[in-house]
């Protein structure tokens, strides 16, 4: 590709990210808030540090807002024993499986974002 048509390209792209991220956002939300959801649901309830240590937030780096779902922070540290067992117990995943049931419905639900933003920018 030559630098002249690298630098149209760019500059395409640079005019429909506003409404690429006005699009994906919400629905990146919505996917890492479902996931951190179920995952609360398939941990034991007589765990209860661990559910309420199960989070999504959002991080704002160059590339844009990107959402993180992370679990045993503060009094829940144990969700990793939890997740992956110890030489005394068994493994109790709930993190993993969660991330599965769920990989294809979050990835579903951005594309379906993503194309209705380039729908509304004109660019097909």
């Known amino acids: 590709m030559g630098s002249m048509a ?6 395409a792209l640079r005019a429909v990210e506003p409404t690429l991220r006005k699009h994906m956002a919400p629905a990146q939300e919505k996917s890492a808030e479902e996931m ?3 995952m609360r649901r398939l941990v034991t309830v ?3 540090d661990i559910q309420r240590s ?5 991080i704002l780096q160059a590339a844009g807002l990107i959402w993180r ?3 045993g922070s503060g009094p829940g540290f144990a969700a990793r024993w939890l997740e992956f067992g110890t030489p005394r117990t068994r493994a ?4 993993f499986p ?3 049931a769920l990989r294809k419905r979050a990835l579903g639900r951005i594309r ?9 920018a004109g660019a097909s």
């Open 46 to 48: 007589k765990e209860g």
């Open 6 to 11: 690298r630098d149209g390209y760019l500059k």
């Open 69 to 71: 779902v992370e679990a």
């Open 112 to 120: 379906r974002a993503w194309k209705k933003g380039m729908q509304e």
């Open 92 to 95: 109790q995943a709930f993190f």
């Open 98 to 100: 969660a991330y599965r």
């Open 54 to 58: 199960i989070v999504a937030y959002a």
């Open 36 to 38: 951190a959801a179920f």
